[in-house]
């Protein structure tokens, strides 16, 4: 397994930055990028929007980024949501992930070279998403590189 604080080859640049907040759902309230699904839970716990990550994930020779939003009120024990966006060939950015977990990049691929992801937060198995071409839909169970069930 990639740990996806690894994956960190490079940050977004400057000028990047916004478009791929705005891509992922995100807005620009109080300094802050926030996607709105705290919206009323910002305690403590809560740390708004940040890109994590910045570098090609499938292979195609152009960035993807995931971008991570974490509160423990907002998002449970889990306490983290992501989204992964791909930088396409004409400039923009897609949504091509997004869940209420913490992001592991498998050795694992799906079409187009796309890595399996496995959903981490608590507990012992996790589902791992396969990209089949048009969304990431659930693949298997695992724990430690292992099948397991539930």
């Known amino acids: 397994m990639v740990l996806l604080a690894a994956l960190i080859a490079a940050s977004a640049p400057p000028a990047e930055q ?25 305690s403590e716990s809560y740390s708004p929007g940040s890109i994590e990550t910045y570098r090609d994930l499938n292979g ?11 509160s423990a009120i907002c998002y449970g024990m889990t306490g983290s949501h992501f989204w992964v966006l791909s930088k396409q060939a ?17 050795s694992t691929k799906g079409a187009g070279g796309w890595p399996d992801i496995q959903l981490g937060g608590p507990g012992f198995c996790f ?9 990431y839909l659930n693949h298997r169970l695992e724990y430690e590189g292992k099948p397991c069930k539930l």
């Open 127 to 135: 589902p791992v998403v396969r990209w089949n071409g048009k969304a």
């Open 18 to 42: 916004a478009t791929i907040y705005k891509a992922a759902g995100f807005a620009l309230r109080g300094g802050a990028w926030k996607s709105g699904n705290c919206e009323g839970m910002e």
């Open 60 to 70: 195609d020779g152009r960035p993807e980024a995931v971008v991570t939003e974490s």
């Open 90 to 106: 004409k400039g923009s950015w897609t949504l091509m992930a997004e869940e209420t977990a913490m992001p592991d990049f498998l």
